[in-house]
């Protein structure tokens, strides 16, 4: 018996697959797994329970052996994910229930780096705040014609100073990354594809095509040497999960700071943040 009938002996994929989702869903097609962020009302909009969800997923497909490349895309045109549910922290002053209470984005990040497969970004509308930083650590990005770009933690009190920064750094440079974060501009495609940001811009109506077609192809190339080679370019990164650690905790005790309530509340009432009774520096 060979590893891979041992596992499929000890995991039916098809029960793991029986998993109810509300937040995303999961669809194995070839040998794509399809992973989408499905909160349109709330732009996809991540809280504890989509990212506990989303972790799910992608153990499930790091698991199944059919699976070669996973796609992860926002459901509907506008979004693909713009991050951290900004009216959940308003509201609660963290992104709600979870699984093992806790608020395991770090460790998504991370297991989007682990996972010995491709991960390819469809990004079908705003990627924004932690929906970015989901683009910036796949290992490729396609974009819709439609999407659009950037960070937006500074305007509404967070910040990523983990992957979402110093892995930007690497992928734009410095200044753009820079210009980013400190700006909360947003990119067209067009742009996107100018810095580096994606690989590829299609029409809306082709993005999940395109995407799909990624897969084929890479599914049939060797997945011992795809894996290795993955790990070989996290490797040089890999001690940005020291900082991502860091950031987490650091965010944890800004998120709740009268200055990081202030960004979330602001968003919340549709007014703009007043940060000016925070300037404080010693
Ligand atoms: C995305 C916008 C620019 C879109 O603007 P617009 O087209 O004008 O549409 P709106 O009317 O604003 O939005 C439509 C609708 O969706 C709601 N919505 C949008 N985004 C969110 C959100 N993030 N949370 C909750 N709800 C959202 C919006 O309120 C509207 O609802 P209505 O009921 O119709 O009013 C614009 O919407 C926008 O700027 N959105 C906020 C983007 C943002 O600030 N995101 C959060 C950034 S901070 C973050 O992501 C932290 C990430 C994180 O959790 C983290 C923590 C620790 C370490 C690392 C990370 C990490 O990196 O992930």
């Known amino acids: 018996m060979n590893i891979h009938s041992h596992i499929e002996e000890r995991f039916d994929m098809n029960d793991l697959m029986e998993q109810k989702f509300d937040d995303i869903t999961y669809v194995v097609e070839d040998a794509a797994a399809i992973v989408t962020i499905n909160r349109p009302e709330r732009y996809n909009a991540f809280r504890s329970q989509t990212v506990d969800e989303l972790i799910t997923a992608f153990n499930l497909a790091w698991s199944d052996q059919r699976v070669r490349a996973v796609i992860l895309t926002g459901s509907g045109e506008k979004a ?23 608020f395991r984005i770090g460790d998504l990040h991370k297991l989007m780096r682990d996972i ?8 079908n509308g705003i990627a924004i705040g932690g929906g970015h930083v989901l683009h910036v650590i796949s290992d490729v990005s396609i974009a819709s014609e439609t999407a659009r770009f950037g960070q937006a933690g500074p305007r ?36 996107a ?24 192809e890479v599914a049939a190339l060797s997945p011992t040497a795809i894996r290795f080679l993955k790990q ?43 940060f000016a009774p925070h300037v404080n520096w010693h």
Not at 199 to 207: F, I, R, Y
């Open 116 to 123: 010995p497969k491709p991960v390819i970004a469809a990004v």
């Open 80 to 102: 693909f994910c713009t991050g951290g549910d900004v009216k959940q922290r308003a509201e609660t002053g963290d992104y709600g229930p979870s699984e093992l209470g806790r």
């Open 232 to 274: 070989s370019f996290n490797a040089d990164t890999d001690h940005q999960a020291g900082f991502s650690n860091m950031a987490m905790t650091a965010l944890d005790i800004f998120g709740v700071s009268p200055e990081g309530m202030e960004g979330a509340t602001a968003f919340a009432a549709k007014r703009p943040a007043d």
């Open 156 to 191: 509404v009190g967070s910040f990523d100073a983990g992957f979402g920064s110093a892995y930007l750094s690497r992928v734009v440079g410095e200044k753009k990354a820079r210009e980013i974060w400190f700006w909360c501009r947003q990119y067209t495609a067009a742009e």
């Open 193 to 216: 594809l100018d810095m580096g940001l994606v690989n590829k811009v299609v029409p809306a109506d082709q993005l999940l095509a395109e995407a799909k077609s990624w897969v084929a």
